[in-house]
């Protein structure tokens, strides 16, 4: 990277960005490991994984409704994504979903 001073950096052209984001975003998250798991356990871990994070929201300490109500809105809003991503790209089985998963197969 040049040299340059704060004042003189190079304003980074916001529509590039969002393209160069949109692109990583849209291939990344095929490479996450939870979608090398089968369809069930996929499943568990993301439920599983969304459960935690609502819960240390929930415990976290911070004051007001509205916090947790944001987190809550976050944890939905990416299940809409991550289930129908886990069905197009997780193994199917007729395998039920698992009552027990190990701790360390969870935060894939």
């Given at each position: ?28 998250w ?7 798991s ?5 499943l ?43 069905f ?21």
């Open positions: 990277m040049k040299n340059t001073k704060i004042g003189e950096m190079r304003k980074r052209n916001p529509d590039e960005f969002i393209a160069h984001a949109e692109k990583v975003i849209d291939t990344g095929k490479r996450l490991p939870i979608f090398q089968e369809r069930p356990v996929a568990l871990k993301l439920i599983t994984a969304t459960d935690e994070r609502m819960r240390i929201t929930a415990l976290s300490g911070t004051s007001g409704a509205v916090f947790f109500s944001a987190a809550l809105r976050f944890s939905q809003d990416a299940l809409v994504f991550a289930i129908p991503w886990i197009s790209e997780c193994r199917a089985t007729n395998a039920p979903i698992p009552a027990i998963m190990r701790h360390t197969g969870v935060y894939e």
